[in-house]
């Protein structure tokens, strides 16, 4: 069986926990594993794995008249949704929506796929029951899974339940009563967010993947239903919204088959945002790309992004790092060879460039790449053809590529140790990713983005940190910069044993001494000659002062100096005080 199939029927237990169904079917349309929740959705007794094709073991209706499998494979869609409608074995109906993703082996081929199914009956009895007005219901949807917030006829948010709270960071306290698009932006509110619409012409609109923006910045997937409220009289008197959190299923898309997308990328920086603005148009040419950036940066996960967003991305990915291979092997791992080109190539071998025919190539570390092969690349560019090691027939190819450096390339060619007319071939599109330390305003977004991904790959409910882990981690330069990052809060998931990540969990090379260490009495009866000091700051005295009066406690004495707590940890480290 697939090793990505394998990886899938792993994950029944965690759906079953979020009370989602799980369905994974094989390429011959076999059903081969189904969790508790979708045999109860579904009233499936069937033995799996089994011999019958889904459309043989599932009612029709579960279908609802068309494979949205073979819809998302012709149309190159990572998943699609739908609403339907099924008896279930009480003979009631049942209201489901359903995710359908397919699957593709490491050669882009067709697999199989993942079916999650959602059961959404109560919430759509709620639906056709509530009122304006109810303050009961409101209760009651305060405390449902599915984030949901209402609108006056003019846009103002009404109500704004704990589960949209959770999703948005938002307070209640601080939307109500704001426009929605406001809050929201007015074109995620318009094109992803079509509430607006729906409160105009009151025509219910179900199973919407869109996004919204977090109060951090972060942009995060969700599938929407809308539906117009009505008066007792059947005026439209506003309008609700229920939201669905997708991040789990993008999360997985981005761990277990690599697709991932623009909701990887995250920060709120000018510098990151530059580059958000330009990814799209960047993605969707054929454009050669050229990324800059420190190591650590994301220039890989930069070019996955790129790549699943183009037109090539249901061909394949293929990389090469220029700077790990030796130069004596860098060449047939690139180009390929044919048989007996040299000694032992007893068979023709076909190269990483033809293996991404059709798809895209990424060179990482470029500026390690030696000049003869710089020569042949450049060939490549020019006429989309190149010679195998040994062959004497040109190979055609159709690849984008896309490279990659962590050294700037304008300085390898000042002192000759790149090719100018390359670079200037590579050099179509540019991006430049900043280190950490430049964006340092980023990093408590990208602290609970990383917290949240690497506990959804660990099978783990999501951890919280506490405000002195989040001031060390805020105070650290990050030198090997969003890897280092990742490795540090890893090691701190695995140690941390409860719901919250603390300073003692974090790598001993961040953590420094809790208290100052006792000052030595002077000895009684002797004369001793005290070392002198230069004097202390007024501002150091004072801190000093305050930190002893309060105890020791930070959060004590940022108030009494009308600080917060952060800038009072980087005044102590920028005085040596210890704490």
């Given at each position: 069986m697939?090793?990505?199939?394998?990886?899938?029927?792993?994950?029944?237990q965690?759906?079953?926990?979020?009370?989602?169904?799980?369905?994974?079917?094989?390429?011959?349309?076999?059903?081969?594993?189904?969790?508790?929740?979708?045999?109860?959705?579904?009233?499936c007794?069937?033995?799996?794995?089994?011999?019958?094709?889904?459309?043989?073991?599932?009612?029709?209706?579960?279908?609802?008249?068309e494979?949205?499998l073979?819809?998302?494979?012709?149309?190159?869609?990572?998943?699609?949704?739908?609403?339907?409608?099924?008896?279930?074995?009480?003979?009631?109906?049942?209201?489901?929506?359903?995710?359908?993703?397919?699957?593709?082996?490491?050669?882009?081929?067709?697999?199989?796929?993942?079916?999650?199914?959602q059961?959404?009956?109560a919430?759509q009895?709620?639906?056709?029951?509530?009122?304006?007005?109810?303050?009961?219901?409101?209760?009651?949807?305060d405390h449902?899974?599915s984030?949901?917030l209402?609108?006056?006829?003019?846009g103002?948010?009404?109500?704004?339940?704990?589960?949209?709270?959770?999703?948005?960071?938002?307070?209640?306290?601080?939307?109500?009563?704001?426009?929605?698009?406001?809050?929201?932006?007015?074109?995620?509110?318009d094109?992803?967010?079509?509430?607006?619409?729906?409160?105009?012409?009151?025509?219910?609109?179900?199973?919407?993947?869109?996004?919204?923006?977090?109060?951090g910045?972060?942009?995060?997937?969700?599938?929407?239903?809308?539906?117009a409220?009505?008066?007792?009289?059947?005026r439209i008197?506003?309008g609700?919204?229920?939201?669905?959190?997708?991040?789990?299923?993008?999360?997985?898309?981005?761990?277990i088959?690599?697709?991932?997308?623009?909701?990887d990328?995250?920060?709120?920086?000018?510098?990151?945002q530059?580059?958000?603005?330009?990814?799209?148009?960047?993605?969707?040419?054929?454009?050669?790309?050229?990324?800059?950036?420190?190591?650590?940066?994301g220039?890989?996960?930069?070019?996955?992004?790129?790549?699943?967003?183009?037109?090539?991305?249901?061909?394949?990915?293929?990389k090469v790092?220029?700077?790990?291979?030796?130069?004596?092997?860098?060449?047939?791992?690139?180009f390929?060879?044919v048989?007996?080109?040299?000694?032992?190539?007893?068979?023709d071998k076909?190269g990483?460039?033809?293996?991404?025919?059709?798809?895209?190539?990424?060179?990482?570390?470029?500026?390690?790449?030696?000049?003869?092969?710089?020569?042949?690349?450049?060939?490549?560019?020019?006429?989309?053809?190149?010679?195998?090691?040994?062959g004497?027939?040109?190979?055609?190819v159709?690849?984008?590529?896309?490279?990659a450096?962590?050294?700037?390339?304008e300085?390898?060619v000042q002192e000759?140790?790149?090719?100018?007319?390359?670079?200037y071939?590579?050099?179509?599109?540019?991006?430049?990713?900043p280190?950490?330390?430049?964006?340092?305003?980023?990093?408590?977004?990208?602290i609970?983005?990383?917290?949240?991904?690497?506990?959804?790959?660990?099978?783990?409910?999501?951890?919280?940190?506490?405000?002195?882990?989040?001031?060390?981690?805020?105070?650290?330069?990050?030198?090997?910069n969003?890897?280092?990052l990742?490795?540090?809060?890893?090691?701190?998931?695995?140690?941390?044993?409860?719901?919250?990540i603390?300073?003692?969990?974090?790598?001993?090379?961040?953590?420094?001494p809790?208290?100052?260490?006792?000052?030595?009495?002077?000895?009684?009866?002797?004369?001793?000659?005290?070392?002198?000091?230069?004097p202390?700051?007024?501002?150091?005295?004072?801190?000093?002062s305050?930190?002893?009066?309060?105890?020791?406690?930070?959060?004590?004495?940022?108030e009494?100096?009308?600080?917060?707590?952060?800038?009072?940890?980087?005044?102590?480290?920028?005085y040596?005080?210890?704490?």
């Amino acid at each position: 069986m697939d090793k990505l199939l394998l990886s899938y029927l792993r994950l029944p237990q965690i759906f079953d926990f979020l009370s989602a169904g799980s369905i994974v079917i094989g390429k011959d349309r076999r059903l081969l594993s189904m969790n508790e929740t979708a045999r109860l959705l579904t009233a499936c007794t069937e033995k799996l794995p089994s011999d019958r094709t889904c459309r043989e073991i599932l009612d029709a209706s579960f279908c609802g008249g068309e494979c949205l499998l073979d819809k998302a494979v012709e149309e190159g869609r990572d998943l699609l949704t739908a609403d339907v409608s099924i008896a279930g074995p009480d003979d009631k109906k049942h209201f489901l929506t359903k995710i359908v993703s397919p699957l593709y082996d490491d050669a882009q081929e067709f697999a199989g796929c993942i079916v999650i199914v959602q059961d959404h009956s109560a919430f759509q009895e709620l639906m056709t029951r509530v009122r304006y007005e109810g303050q009961r219901m409101k209760n009651i949807l305060d405390h449902l899974e599915s984030g949901v917030l209402t609108v006056d006829r003019s846009g103002y948010i009404t109500f704004f339940n704990a589960a949209a709270e959770n999703m948005s960071e938002f307070r209640r306290a601080d939307v109500l009563g704001k426009s929605c698009a406001s809050l929201f932006g007015a074109e995620i509110f318009d094109n992803h967010l079509p509430l607006g619409q729906t409160v105009k012409d009151g025509n219910p609109r179900s199973g919407r993947e869109g996004s919204i923006c977090t109060k951090g910045g972060q942009r995060i997937p969700v599938r929407a239903n809308y539906m117009a409220l009505k008066n007792e009289n059947g005026r439209i008197t506003g309008g609700i919204a229920t939201l669905t959190d997708l991040s789990l299923v993008y999360q997985f898309n981005s761990e277990i088959k690599e697709r991932y997308t623009f909701y990887d990328m995250v920060g709120r920086a000018p510098s990151m945002q530059k580059i958000f603005d330009i990814l799209p148009v960047i993605s969707e040419s054929d454009a050669t790309v050229l990324i800059e950036g420190r190591t650590g940066t994301g220039k890989d996960i930069l070019t996955r992004v790129i790549h699943n967003a183009s037109l090539r991305k249901n061909r394949p990915l293929v990389k090469v790092n220029c700077a790990a291979l030796p130069e004596n092997l860098l060449e047939s791992e690139m180009f390929g060879y044919v048989k007996g080109a040299f000694t032992g190539a007893d068979r023709d071998k076909t190269g990483r460039f033809q293996e991404a025919d059709g798809g895209t190539i990424f060179l990482d570390e470029i500026g390690d790449l030696p000049l003869a092969l710089q020569a042949k690349l450049l060939t490549v560019l020019e006429d989309k053809e190149f010679y195998p090691l040994g062959g004497r027939k040109t190979v055609k190819v159709d690849v984008r590529i896309i490279s990659a450096t962590n050294v700037g390339l304008e300085k390898q060619v000042q002192e000759k140790n790149f090719r100018e007319d390359l670079f200037y071939r590579l050099n179509v599109m540019r991006i430049e990713l900043p280190a950490l330390r430049e964006r340092k305003e980023d990093l408590p977004l990208l602290i609970r983005h990383i917290l949240k991904r690497l506990c959804s790959k660990k099978n783990l409910p999501p951890k919280g940190i506490s405000q002195e882990a989040m001031e060390t981690l805020l105070n650290h330069d990050y030198p090997g910069n969003i890897r280092e990052l990742e490795n540090i809060l890893e090691h701190a998931i695995i140690i941390s044993q409860g719901k919250e990540i603390e300073h003692r969990h974090l790598p001993l090379s961040l953590r420094s001494p809790l208290m100052p260490e006792p000052e030595k009495p002077e000895e009684e009866g002797r004369d001793i000659k005290k070392k002198s000091h230069p004097p202390l700051s007024p501002e150091k005295e004072q801190i000093l002062s305050l930190l002893k009066e309060k105890g020791w406690n930070r959060g004590q004495t940022a108030e009494a100096l009308g600080i917060n707590r952060s800038t009072l940890w980087r005044k102590m480290k920028k005085y040596n005080i210890l704490s």
